[in-house]
């Protein structure tokens, strides 16, 4: 089963940078989704960024030209460590919420029509928390 582990949040005033990894065990499937989602309290979960096995990318507008999608799949000789990035700069108040790290099976074309939608992705992380002080 694919495990998800976000780490990088924490608090950052407005303006900084902020970059969120997930480390998982390796997608066991050769055309894939990887997303970044966030919530905030009292709102709806809402798609941040999401990058297909091609290296196709999608962003929020709200992001756009502000954070930037990436992923490292550098093989050890033990195992395949894959990483997703979410490397987040401008950072505004507006910003501050749980981010989690989303993947499915898909292919690139599927990832480009359904990223934002969370409910199309079947392997979370547990989240983790930025905050962005005015």
């Known amino acids: 089963q694919v495990q998800l582990v976000e780490s990088g949040g924490g608090s950052v005033e407005a303006g900084g940078s902020l970059r969120l990894s997930c480390a998982h065990s390796?997608?066991?499937?050769?055309?894939?989704?990887l997303g970044w989602f966030r919530q905030a309290p009292g709102k709806e979960r809402e798609g941040v960024a999401a990058?297909?096995?091609?290296?196709?990318?999608?962003?929020?507008?709200?992001?756009m030209g502000r954070f930037t999608i990436s992923q490292d799949n550098s093989k050890t000789r033990e195992n395949a460590r894959n990483t997703l990035y979410l490397q987040m700069s401008s950072l505004r108040a507006e910003d501050t919420s749980v981010y989690y790290c989303?993947?499915?099976?898909?292919?690139?074309?599927?990832?480009?029509?359904?990223?934002?939608?969370?409910?199309?992705?079947?392997?979370w992380g547990q989240g983790t928390q930025v905050t962005v002080s005015s």
């Open positions: 989303a993947a499915v099976k898909s292919s690139a074309q599927y990832c480009s029509d359904f990223w934002s939608q969370g409910s199309r992705f079947n392997a």
């Open positions: 390796g997608y066991p499937y050769s055309s894939y989704c």
């Open positions: 990058i297909a096995s091609d290296g196709t990318t999608n962003y929020a507008r709200s992001v």
